[in-house]
């Protein structure tokens, strides 16, 4: 276990023509000891980059890596007691399932057989894999591969465990099955776990806390539900979520903000947090009410465009005026396409930013 801090940390990679990319932009992140932290963002964020300039595989332009307060910006890959998981398993081929876990001990340890042969055989145990030591990866499955390839890491009882999108090539059904063998693996070792993705549903169900990056700049650190009521920009407020959360284009005019073809009252203690720069009102799919009757304040009647049946719910894309927006409703409501219904934005469920920072304002 080791408590890893990245401070200020920056990766700049120089193109041949002599043009540079800040692939991570200044990066601060405090991973507490066992803690699980998913780092998430879309494709290009600079996920892969960070995870590997912890590991040692990547040099890093400025800033500090350490682990447990020593600084190992300068140590090799090989003397840090990391463990990576890769997407590809990145198994021997010719080796046995065994052999590709011992292997590893064998090399960078004065472990003797008898050691050896133990913890890879409670290691295969705890992944469900002790059928299958004597086989090679060819003649396993993707999943099956998969374990192996993370119980070769376990085995090494290294401080911490960095996996780059390790459930990515399995199918829908093993993915969900993993995610949670995976936590509870990783809550039995309690080992530091830094995991990256682009999946904010394997975000938002694994990690103790979620680091989320979008052009190689930190944009929130904080948990699942933190990111989900109170992110603090647009880009996280739009990233978690699916659907995602709408945004409707308003300014603030008296009492109300004012947008295309409607309006929005507010209260004092909003109001109060705002001026007259635009701002852009943000409210989720499954906080729009579908109501009976209108007349209240923020309650609107809208032209149903489309419906999606996802079982249990709807997602119902609606209309009002030009603004488009998707509200997630009760699957059992039959709403036809074409038909106005009632929709109230609560205000509780409102947030506000910035429309040009993207800052949440409330
Ligand atoms: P993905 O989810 O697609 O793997 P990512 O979030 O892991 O993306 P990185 O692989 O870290 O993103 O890449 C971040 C940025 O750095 C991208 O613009 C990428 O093109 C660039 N980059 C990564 N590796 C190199 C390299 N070796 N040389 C030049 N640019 C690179």
């Known amino acids: 276990m080791a408590h890893t801090k990245l401070d200020t940390v920056t990766k700049v990679f120089t193109e041949d023509d002599g043009s540079e990319i800040i692939a991570v932009d200044e990066v601060s992140i405090d991973i507490d000891d066992g803690e699980f ?163 904010q549903t394997e975000a938002m169900t694994m990690g103790d806390r979620i680091a989320i990056l979008d052009g190689g700049v930190l944009q929130q650190v904080a948990t699942p539900l933190e990111c989900y009521h109170r992110p603090e920009n647009q880009f996280v407020a739009g990233f978690i979520g699916d659907p995602s959360m709408n945004f409707f284009d308003m300014r603030l005019e008296g009492e109300r903000l004012a947008g295309e073809g409607f309006e929005y009252p507010l209260s004092s203690d909003i109001t109060g947090k705002l001026d007259d720069s635009p701002v852009v009102l943000g409210i989720r799919p499954e906080d729009i009410e579908l109501i009976d009757g209108t007349g209240g304040d923020h309650e609107y009647a809208a032209e149903v465009l489309v419906v999606e049946p996802m079982g249990n719910e709807n997602n119902v894309h609606l209309r009002i005026g030009d603004t488009r927006f ?28 910035d429309r040009e920072t993207g800052e949440a304002l409330h």
């Open 37 to 199: 932290l998913v780092l998430v963002g879309p494709s290009g964020c600079g996920k892969s980059t960070t995870l590997r300039m912890i590991a040692g595989l990547e040099s890093i332009t400025s800033g500090t890596i350490s682990l447990d307060d020593r600084v190992i910006n300068n140590i090799p890959a090989k003397d840090r007691d990391i463990a990576m998981v890769f997407q590809s398993y990145a198994l021997y081929p010719h080796m046995t399932v065994r052999e590709n876990m011992s292997f590893g001990l064998e090399e960078s340890t004065d472990m003797g057989d008898d050691e050896i042969r133990t913890r890879v055989e409670e290691t295969a145990e705890m992944m469900g894999i002790e059928r299958l030591l004597e086989r090679k990866p060819g003649e396993l499955s993707g999943g099956q591969q998969q374990r192996v390839a993370l119980g070769r890491s376990i085995v090494r009882d290294p401080a911490v465990f960095l996996m780059d999108e390790p459930l990515s090539n399995l199918d829908a059904k093993l993915r969900s099955s993993m995610r949670t063998e995976l936590q509870r693996i990783q809550d039995e070792l309690g080992v530091t776990t830094v995991y990256v993705t682009h999946d």
């Open 326 to 353: 998707i509200a997630t409703v009760n699957g059992m409501r039959r709403i036809t396409e074409g038909e106005t219904v009632t929709i109230r934005l609560p205000e509780k469920a409102i947030h506000v930013f």
